[in-house]
């Protein structure tokens, strides 16, 4: 990952605008920063992110993915942004 001081980068403005904002472009377009896949923002980091604020904010979700606290954006979002647990499969045996 590209070296970044996470003190100056994990801020509440910052935590707030990753469950606010979508992304502008691409095969994601108009997904919530915040739940942007995981192999998206690896896929960034080797081909470089975008620049400026949308950059910075690309990398705190990768940094939140992989430290495994994506958990502390939740209380942050709306209600309905809230995202659903998956559902097991079920396997019927008869």
Do not use: C
């Amino acid at each position: 990952m590209n070296e970044m001081d996470s003190n100056s980068v994990i801020t509440p403005e910052n935590l707030q605008a990753l469950v606010q904002e979508v992304m502008p472009f691409g095969k994601y377009q108009n997904t919530l920063l915040a739940d942007l896949p995981e192999e998206y923002l690896l896929w960034f980091n080797k081909q470089g992110f975008p620049k400026g604020r949308l950059g910075e904010l690309l990398q705190l979700s990768l940094l939140l993915h992989i430290d495994g606290s994506r958990k502390i954006l939740d209380p942050l979002r709306r209600p309905q942004q809230t995202p659903k647990p998956k559902k097991s499969a079920i396997i019927k045996f008869d």
